[in-house]
């Protein structure tokens, strides 16, 4: 996943939890058991992934245009184990 955007006025209701439950259900499907996104670490909503317990494994610098900006990434190595979170919250 590379990144979920979400406008601030619809934050905070659930939107971004239910974005990401058909992605685990198709990584389980696939058989695949880690998820991996990248966010700008400016982004205050970065702090969504560390609360569905992501873990930063790495930080790059993203040029745009000219410009770096720090990107993190945030992982999970059990999907199963984030999907039952989801169901549980």
Do not use: C, H
Not at 36 to 41: C, G, I, K, S
Not at 58 to 85: H, M
């Amino acid at each position: 996943m590379y990144a979920i955007y979400i406008l601030e006025s619809y934050q905070r209701k659930g939107l971004g939890r239910a974005l990401i439950k058909p992605l685990l259900e198709q990584l389980i499907a696939l058989k695949l058991n880690s998820l991996l996104v990248w966010v700008l670490e400016d982004n205050k909503s970065r702090y969504f992934y560390e609360a569905l317990g992501g873990k930063m494994v790495e930080r790059t610098v993203l040029q745009i245009a000219g410009e770096g900006y720090n990107e993190l990434a945030y992982g999970w190595d059990d999907v199963k184990k984030l999907q039952k979170y989801l169901e549980e919250n």
